[in-house]
């Protein structure tokens, strides 16, 4: 399993079957201070990994290097410190692993899975799914987009919070984008490849990436990785009916007011109430009780937050 170092060898070599039956991870993007539905996917990745005796890593989701914000790396690593999880393995953080992508994408050109792309969103104008513009072009691959080509054919899995989801890939999401014109890798590309270098078996997290899911899956079986299993939790929204992001200003989390807080995402994933306390032992009587069947089904949590 990868943790700070890159492998001795290549990502490409696939390991054997010596995974842990569950393996979480919470993942979080520096563009900003982590806010209370950030809070919300750190609980239920942290708990439900736990409540099944397994391992929870995290990891800075930091390839977007001109979105990150100012300070919210510091933000994230003192909010874990402040609401006492305890990840079991130290922290990547994914812009130290850029060698380990373009390892990836060399082995998906290898293969004929990939293409360079000179479309710009102009060029595209309002329509979201790619249709093969420069797929047959044989473009150098440098200083262009590389997209992954997609098959005709429709990807399906079963969500434990928000069931059966299918895409039909061709014509629902269309070739998409693993490394920009600017040299950003997608965090399509990254997720996938940390998630199987790290061991991953259960991902825990909002709503929102549900329809990225197909897209992973699709990835992860032109690599030859083993599918994970997914919960997408409902989102926390603000009074505007919106959901909870940095883009929508959500505020940061008070980190003064760790107990209350946790508290309060616990009620809003419909768990037992617990005990004002110290985080940790908060958090060990959140994992005692933890029962996903509690958690509302659907894309939206009730309420404001």
Known sequence: MLLNNPPSTSPCVKEGDNRMAYVGRFAPSPTGPLHFGSLITAIASYCDARAHLGSWLVR?????????????????LRALDAFQFE??????????????????????????????????RKMLGSNHIYMGTCRDLALP??????????????????????????SQLQQDLGDFVLKRRDGIMNY??????????QGITHVVRGADLLDN???????????GYPELQYMHLPLAMNDQGRKLSKQNRAQALDLTQASQLLQQ???????????LDTPANMLKQAIAQWDVTFIPHGTELQGTY
Do not use: M
Request: overall charge negative; charged content about 25%; aromatic content about 6%.
């Open 60 to 76: 800075i989701e930091d390839t977007d290097i001109p979105r990150i914000y100012p300070g919210s790396e510091d933000h994230i």
């Open 265 to 275: 995402a616990l009620l809003a994933l419909h768990q037992p109430r617990v005990e």
């Open 141 to 166: 691959l440098e200083n262009q987009a590389i997209r992954v080509k997609v098959d005709n054919q429709t990807i399906c899995f079963t969500d434990r919070l928000q069931g059966r989801h299918c």
């Open 87 to 120: 990840p079991d393995a130290d922290i990547i953080f994914q812009k130290d692993r850029i060698d380990i992508y373009e390892a990836v994408i060399e082995q998906l050109h290898q293969q004929g899975a990939v293409y360079a792309c000179q479309c710009r």
């Open 188 to 197: 399509q590309l990254a997720v996938v490849v940390d998630d199987y270098l």
């Open 213 to 223: 899911t197909e897209r992973q899956i699709w990835l992860g079986k032109l690599l």
